[in-house]
């Protein structure tokens, strides 16, 4: 098949550009490394500190904290590996 020859430039900046945006996609979706290695203690100042004073571990009980968790998971916009890091933390810290 014979392509012409002002459509092949076009055709190899397409390639690049759908190859950009997929490599982009992917780097967006996987966590940082930084943020993957901060512990349950440094999520916990960190994350709860934006909107409230943080409250102590002895405040609530180890069942407690999880159901604490699960609501301030969806309210801070965390994932569920840093909310089981900041659980552990707050439960073990007692």
């Known amino acids: 098949m014979k392509i012409n020859k002002?459509?092949?430039?076009?055709s190899i900046s397409i390639i690049v550009f759908v190859g950009i945006?997929?490599?982009t996609t992917i780097n967006a979706c996987a966590p940082t490394k930084a943020i993957a290695a901060k512990s349950g203690?440094?999520?916990?100042s960190e994350n709860?500190?934006?909107c409230h004073n943080t409250p102590s571990p002895s405040t609530f009980s180890p069942e407690i904290w999880e159901t604490v968790g699960?609501?301030?998971?969806t309210r801070a916009l965390i994932t569920e590996n840093e909310r089981d890091k900041i659980v552990d933390f707050l439960k073990s810290a007692r």
Do not use: S
């Open 6 to 10: 002002n459509l092949q430039p076009i």
């Open 70 to 73: 699960m609501h301030m998971q």
């Open 48 to 50: 709860c500190q934006r």
């Open 41 to 44: 203690v440094q999520l916990w």
């Open 21 to 23: 945006l997929f490599i």
